[in-house]
Structure formats: structure tokens, C-alpha cells
T-cell receptor, first 109, second 114 residues
Framework: AQRVTQPEKLLSVFKGAPVELKCNYS??????LFWYVQYSRQRLQLLLR??SRESIKGFTADLNKGETSFHLKKPFAQEEDSAMYYC???????????FGSGTQLTVLP | DAGVTQSPTHLIKTRGQQVTLRCSPK?????VSWYQQALGQGPQFIFQ???????QRGNFPDRFSGHQFPNYSSELNVNALLLGDSALYLC?????????????FGPGTRLTVT
């Protein structure tokens, strides 16, 4: 069965510092990985997906199949990056999302 | 386009009661998925509807059922409510099931069972 693990529930960094949110997964097939973000009082929204290999709001994530990881990185954190971040993968014919338990990122001034 | 909408926003029910939650997908989307998000956890997949049929189901008991209407809107029904059903219920829609299709989430319905 597929599983997504985010080891850090809480992460605090200072503005301008690099940030890395960890995500590990277990899945027997070829997964499609995503990062979703939820800002305060807003709905869950897609941040980026590995197949598009894009950078959104300065965030990037590389799929490492050997380490089964999909860590989210940003070189210089901003206060507006403070939010809850969820790593997720899709599987099955219905492409249902399996989410990790999330990491609350706080960027301090 | 208002995106995915859900109603009601909040709901309080008593153990043993039944509840119906509603979802309208984003314009142009025909696939609706439901997720349960317990406090401090990530969303968990309940089931998905496409062409008015349940296409896939997660690890949830039969007390959880749903329906999709011809206009693609959907309902989630939960019977014989338990305290453990208290959670945020999220609806997500997408324009089909092909790889790369983004799922758009609604704001959720907060269900409290007392």
C-alpha cells in the first residue's frame, strides 16, 4: 500500500534562510508526486508536481526514486511562505491522492 | 468561476444521526472526490464519483455513501454517526482522470459529532 511520510510536524526558519520540507514515500509503482499548500484561512491548493519540474513561488522539489523522497526546497524563505504543506502522491485508476500528515512552516521575521 | 463550493460550512450532529454534505465542482469538471481530514492529519480519500458512479473507494465503512448528479454535483452521506467522524470533509474536482489533471479543493465542511 502507498504511504507518504512527513517527519516534521513543525518547522521554523528565519526570513531569508533556506528551507527544506522533507517527504518520503512508499509505493510499488511509478508515483506521481505533489506538494499542496494551505495558507491561513484558505483552501488546499496545488503548489507543484514533479512531472512538470517547475518552480512555483521559488519552491522546487526533486523526485529521488532511489531514496523514495520528494523534498520541497526554497533557498530564501519569505514570511508569506508560512503555511501548512502537504506532500501527496496519486495512485490507482481513480488517481486518488494519498497525503502525508503535513508540516506547518513558520517563517520568522 | 467560484471554484469548488461546499455546503454547509459547519455542522453539528449527535451520535447516531445521519448527515448529508454537498459539493459543486469547478466549472468544466466532471470528477468529484471526497476526503476526510481529521485534526492534525492529512486528508484521507473516501471515494470518487465519475459519470454518476462510484469509481474508487478508500478504507471507509459502508456508513459512508455518496451520489453524483447529472450536473456533476455530489453528495456525501454518513449514517449512524460516531464521535470519530468529527472532521473536516473536503471535496475535490478534476476534469477527468488523466495524468497531470489537477484536483481542485473546496473549502470543506466542518462536521462535529457530539
Amino acid at each position: 500500500a502507498q504511504r507518504v511520510t512527513q517527519p516534521e510536524k513543525l518547522l521554523s526558519v528565519f526570513k531569508g534562510a533556506p528551507v527544506e520540507l522533507k517527504c518520503n514515500y512508499s509505493y510499488s509503482g511509478s508515483p506521481e508526486l505533489f506538494w499542496y499548500v494551505q495558507y491561513s484561512r484558505q483552501r488546499l491548493q496545488l503548489l507543484l508536481r514533479h512531472i512538470s519540474r517547475e518552480s512555483i513561488k521559488g519552491f522546487t522539489a526533486d523526485l529521488n526514486k532511489g531514496e523514495t523522497s520528494f523534498h520541497l526546497k526554497k533557498p530564501f524563505a519569505q514570511e508569506e511562505d508560512s503555511a501548512m504543506y502537504y506532500c501527496a502522491l496519486t495512485s490507482g485508476s481513480a488517481r486518488q491522492l494519498t497525503f502525508g500528515s503535513g508540516t506547518q512552516l513558520t517563517v520568522l521575521p | 468561476d467560484a471554484g469548488v463550493t461546499q455546503s454547509p460550512t459547519h455542522l453539528i450532529k449527535t451520535r447516531g444521526q445521519q448527515v448529508t454534505l454537498r459539493c459543486s465542482p469547478k466549472s468544466g469538471h466532471d470528477t468529484v472526490s471526497w476526503y476526510q481530514q481529521a485534526l492534525g492529519q492529512g486528508p484521507q480519500f473516501i471515494f470518487q464519483y465519475y459519470e454518476e458512479e462510484e469509481r474508487q473507494r478508500g478504507n471507509f465503512p459502508d456508513r459512508f455513501s455518496g451520489h453524483q448528479f447529472p450536473n456533476y454535483s455530489s453528495e456525501l452521506n454518513v449514517n449512524a454517526l460516531l464521535l470519530g467522524d468529527s472532521a473536516l470533509y473536503l471535496c475535490a474536482s478534476s476534469p477527468g482522470l488523466k495524468p497531470g489533471y489537477e484536483q481542485y479543493f473546496g473549502p470543506g465542511t466542518r462536521l462535529t459529532v457530539t
